[in-house]
């Protein structure tokens, strides 16, 4: 992890400027194809997600999968039901999501994906993401009545969630999520490879690679498994 961190800031630069579509806090969602699947199937995943979140207390709180997370999530606030994390998948939940998995498969670059579920009156501070490698996309599922008081902002711009509509991001970017309603906010949130041409794509990956394998992965890992086998 300490090499990692000192190895990010170029990784980032290489990735930057070899990616096929930018380095912006926001994407336009005709960048990616595959998100008009997601968007014109929400409805499918969505019932697969309500199904999965019906006993919330079996999901766990993202700071008990991740002790990285832990000053940025907080406690039994936010929870994370797990496909996918980091190309590793939970066979068990997968299982139980067959149409969301199968639209995921044409994901090009899958990472991770995961329904992220926000507990009303829930605020995640300013925070970065990992690498450049990746980017983030988030499908609106269940959203707050009221979205003025439901939103995330990436850098300068400030974002809202919609139901079926998807929001594509650089979680380098400093970003941070704000639920000032008395409702929950879910969405299917999705890692993928950024499309870049080389040596970015060979520079990200090997760096993917050794983060897939670093304490900090594998003891998430370990953790969703224990939530998994107790649910």
Known sequence: ????????????????RAS????RPVHDDDDFPWVAALEANWREILHEAEAALH????????????PDHRDIAPANKWRSFFLYGYGYSEPANVRRCP???????DVPGLNSAFFSVLAPGTHIPAHVGVTKAILTCHLGLIVPRDGARCTMRVADQVVQWRPGRALVFDDTYEHEVANDTD???VVLLIQFRRPVRQ??????G???????????????????RDWTFRA
Do not use: C, Y
């Open 183 to 185: 409702e929950t906010r």
């Open 99 to 105: 149409r969301t998995n199968a639209l995921l498969a």
């Open 206 to 224: 090997l760096f993917l690679w050794a983060v897939k394998r670093s304490r900090f992965v594998q003891d998430a890992r370990r953790s969703v």
């Open 55 to 66: 006993n919330i207390e079996a999901v766990p709180p993202l700071a008990d999968v991740s």
């Open 20 to 23: 096929h579509v930018g380095d």
């Open 1 to 16: 992890m300490r090499i990692g961190r000192r190895l990010q800031p170029m990784v980032n630069r290489i990735v930057s």
């Open 199 to 204: 040596p970015g794509r060979l520079i990200g």
